[in-house]
Nanobody, 124 residues
Framework: QVQLVESGGGSVQAGGSLRLSCAPS????????MGWFRQAPGKEREGVAA????????YYTDSVKGRFTISQDNAKNSVFLQMNSLSPDDTAMYYC?????????????????WGQGTQVTVSS
């Protein structure tokens, strides 16, 4: 069974940076796309950033453009999210997801594999 393992969450002050990592456990095939989603208390889960692993094309939700960067390590089937200029609005549980199908990269439909989540808390 595929498991995605996230790391790198934590608490930071506004303006700070964090880097999230995600790697699969027990899976050696490549995914078609991988993404990061987040869910704040009382809000729906939203797509933050995604990457098509073959082309390297990346996608971001508007609120993080210019601040967040998604990248990958193809050799390790891993994905990273560099988050800079963090604000309290970025506080949420962040989830890594992976899919073996094409489709809207920031839409969670189609993502079959999910991590347990890592908490990011940004204080003002």
């Amino acid at each position: 069974q595929v498991q995605l393992v996230e790391s790198g969450g934590g608490s930071v002050q506004a303006g700070g940076s964090l880097r999230l990592s995600c790697a699969p456990s027990g899976y050696t095939r490549s995914f078609i796309k991988m993404g990061w989603f987040r869910q704040a208390p009382g809000k729906e889960r939203e797509g933050v950033a995604a990457i098509y692993t073959g082309s390297g094309n990346t996608y971001y939700t508007d609120s993080v453009k210019g601040r967040f960067t998604i990248s990958q390590d193809n050799a390790k089937n891993s994905v990273f999210l560099q988050m800079n200029s963090l604000s309290p609005d970025d506080t949420a549980m962040y989830y890594c997801a992976a899919a073996q199908v094409y489709g809207r990269p920031l839409n969670e439909a189609g993502y079959s594999y999910w991590g347990q989540g890592t908490q990011v808390t940004v204080s003002s």
